[in-house]
């Protein structure tokens, strides 16, 4: 073992302990998976998110948290202003809740029912801003309302994959692929109804990759090559759209990036805003970027009901897997205490989870072993309440959109 990899194992243990002593400590048994978020290192987190942006503000990304609380406890902090809902629904609820009057919904939707009830608020209209790739998205606006005099703020979502001419790397979003076809649609935006207020280029390869993974020294710089060519071509790309629309429209912003491209998007003059939430919490899949140090702060414990042999245990549940492409990164990862691993047969299982190593000879029938899941969010659609730790105590029990008896 290495001296890195065995000051990662005493780090893991002691957090088993803190862990344990908060659960043993609380007055009422916890329901598992018990689900909890570390505000140290949530707090510690949010300065390193600032720290890197460099002044430049960060938008909460709402979908990598799905708490109220966590994601008002992260405007709270300097550097941070504004939310990046995932849905239009979930806007509207933030903003009815008095979560946030600045929120900028990520994807664009046909969610009529939601978009009926924006047009027919005022201040809703005036707080939350769409987003459009197509002119299509603003004729279903169009067909909710009988009236214009609502007018509804409008975002252009911008591709910002890497163009290698017969194919393009990074997430498949917008059909907006060039200056031309930005300022055709935002022509289209100036019709009745509609306020073109902003910009988005997600460069889903640059920051959402890791880019240094262990036994993967030959993949990783292939990774970090490509987003060295992204984050060249895309300023190009910005600084052409930026010209086309000033012909059309001044904007209020231009949102960009993610916890894993924090420097290389404020580094572009175009760019006036970020957005991060990964970064807060860092699930597994943000284990190993080279651009910041994992500081994971959501676990959730599953107890220990079997003990097959002396080198296996079981827990009860664990099968909380990530979306995404299948794969071995999309499964939790046992963390706390340090020394397990899932099996290849059985990997995480709805209704229990075999796990194998050295620390199963450690722990008894009832003990809780403490998992991170792959991607950060997700884990909280399967609670009603995260217990939130400082030091070595809950200081609160809040609760999740699920325990808001919210779906989006």
Partial sequence: MTAHAHAGALERNRLWSRLSRAVTAHADPLPTPTVVV???????????????AGGTPIRVASKSL??????????????????????????????ENGVSDDIVVAYPTVDRGALARLVASPRAAAAITVMVDSVEHLDVVDSVRTSKAVPVRVAIDVDAGLDLGLTRV??????ITSASAAEALAREVQRPGFTLVGVMTYEGQVAGVPDQVPGQRLRSGVVRRLKSLSVTQLAARRAA????????AELEFWNAGGS??????????????????????????FDHFRSFEPRPAAFFGLPVTRRPSDGTVTVHGGGLVASGPAG?????????????????????????????????????IGDLVWMRHAKSGELFEHTTTAHLLAADSFVDHVATYRGHGLAF
């Fill in 170 to 175: 990074g997430p498949r979003r917008s059909p």
């Fill in 241 to 248: 759209v930026a010209e086309g629309l000033s012909r059309v």
């Fill in 66 to 95: 799905r708490v109220p609380t966590l994601i008002s406890r992260a405007l709270a902090h300097p550097g941070f202003a504004g939310v990046l809902a995932f849905t239009l629904a979930e806007a509207l609820w933030l903003e």
């Fill in 38 to 52: 570390d505000l140290d290192a949530f707090d510690a987190n949010a300065d390193d998110l600032a720290r890197r």
């Fill in 328 to 364: 071995a990164d999309r499964l939790p990862l046992p963390w706390a205490p340090a020394g397990l691993a899932l099996t290849g047969l059985e990997g995480a299982g709805e209704v229990q989870t075999p796990l194998v190593g050295p620390a199963a000879a450690l722990l008894r």
């Fill in 260 to 285: 894993g491209s924090l420097e290389t998007s404020a580094a572009d003059p175009v760019v006036t805003e970020l957005t991060a939430g990964s970064g807060l919490l860092v699930p597994g899949l």
